[in-house]
């Protein structure tokens, strides 16, 4: 028996999202690019997928940019919004970003821009008053992580993309882990450029796609040919784009009653995992509205994250110490360094989803007991 807590890394495939992929990766195979009628056939059903998209955001056609996911997405906004407005050098993140905003704002760095990191309080939420004192009148964008892949804060999008508009910068958002758990208007929030990826909610991996508001202007960052309007040259992934917008109308349509079920799981694995192990302590927002309900931070002291992670690995219960993309790392996470939690403490990540069941709480909430008592005492 093995049991899944592990959906902030990736979702299973969902099987009516495969079954709509299915045509385009057996008899629908033409190259979009291509002038008779079966590339053309393609060609036009691309266009319509992505007027689906367009949709959903509240976002015109041309505002929908298909990627391989979501660090090119987010590659996309950060560098192709610079090459586009070379006029302003200054750029705000925050420290408790992705490693693809962090890592594209440090290459914009060596490019000359200068960058500053806008710091959290102990639940992981930016510190306004030290965001008005560090956004300036040459800020060409503030880039923040909508909802935390780590410990599931959720940043006040409405506020900050105000507060960056009032400055003149343009707001670009992470929404990887929020689009999948929210409807999405774009039409309705101050965000300019936004970034998400199909396999956060039961999509394929390998497609992604950057959103842009009204009148926002970007250059590509690869070349080739002229596919996605010249933002992002490679043919495109036919499949994977049926899969992203088949995956995003069920999210929608399933939202409520998805996130009421992970809401329940989540309360209750907090309250049996504080009960048989008192001392345990929790990352990211008390508040459960401010909060992603599939993401469960918790920190335990006196044992490893990797010896407790292998440990439960073992027994079949799959969680992370942290993001997946900093798993081959040895060094700690930057978001536990940002909000201040002790080193000391092993932390892991349960995030739930579809293959998460309340009937096996107690199991797993005991196992993760025994196994820390056993290391503890080692």
């Not at 610079?82 to 302003?88: I, S």
């Amino acid at each position: 028996m093995s049991y899944y807590l592990d959906h902030a890394a990736t979702t299973p495939l969902d099987p009516e999202v495969l079954n709509a992929m299915m045509p385009y990766l057996t008899d629908l195979y033409a190259n979009p690019s291509s002038l008779h009628d079966q590339g053309i056939f393609i060609r036009k059903k691309i266009n319509e997928t992505r007027e689906s998209v367009a949709k959903a955001f509240h976002v015109s056609t041309s505002g929908v940019v298909f990627t391989s996911g979501g660090t090119e997405a987010t590659n996309l906004a950060l560098l192709g919004y610079a090459k586009a407005h070379p006029e302003k050098k200054h750029i705000l993140t925050t420290t408790i970003e992705h490693h693809a905003t962090t890592h594209t704002v440090e290459a914009l760095e060596h490019l000359g821009y200068d960058i500053d990191f806008i710091p959290v309080d102990q639940e992981g939420f930016i510190v306004v008053d030290q965001f008005k004192k560090l956004i300036r009148h040459d800020t060409l964008l503030v880039s923040i992580i909508w909802g935390n892949n780590e410990i599931g804060t959720i940043q006040d999008v409405k506020v900050l993309g105000q507060i960056a508009h009032e400055h003149g910068a343009v707001f670009h958002v992470d929404a990887v882990q929020m689009a999948g758990q929210t409807i999405i208007d774009l039409s309705q929030l101050p965000i300019d450029m936004m970034t998400i990826s199909a396999h956060k909610f039961y999509g394929p991996k390998g497609i992604g796609a950057l959103i842009l508001n009204q009148g926002i202007t970007i250059q590509p960052i690869l070349y080739g040919g002229q596919h996605e309007k010249g933002l992002r040259s490679g043919t495109e992934n036919v499949s994977g784009i049926i899969g992203l917008a088949k995956a995003l109308e069920l999210a929608r349509s399933r939202v409520n009653s998805y996130c009421k079920e992970l809401l329940s799981i989540h309360d209750a694995y907090r309250k049996l995992l504080k009960k048989v192990i008192p001392e345990i302590e929790f990352n990211g927002p008390k508040d459960s509205t401010k909060r992603l309900s599939s993401i469960l931070s918790l920190s335990l002291p006196n044992v490893s994250s990797t010896e407790l992670q292998y440990a439960l690995n073992r027994k079949g219960i799959y969680v992370s110490t942290g993001s997946a993309c900093l798993s081959n790392e040895i060094k700690g996470s930057h978001v536990l360094e940002a909000i201040k939690r002790d080193s000391s403490y092993a932390t892991l990540r349960l995030s739930f989803g579809t293959k998460s069941e309340l009937k096996d709480i107690p199991q797993i909430c005991q196992t993760i007991k025994e196994i820390y008592e056993d290391l503890r005492d080692y």
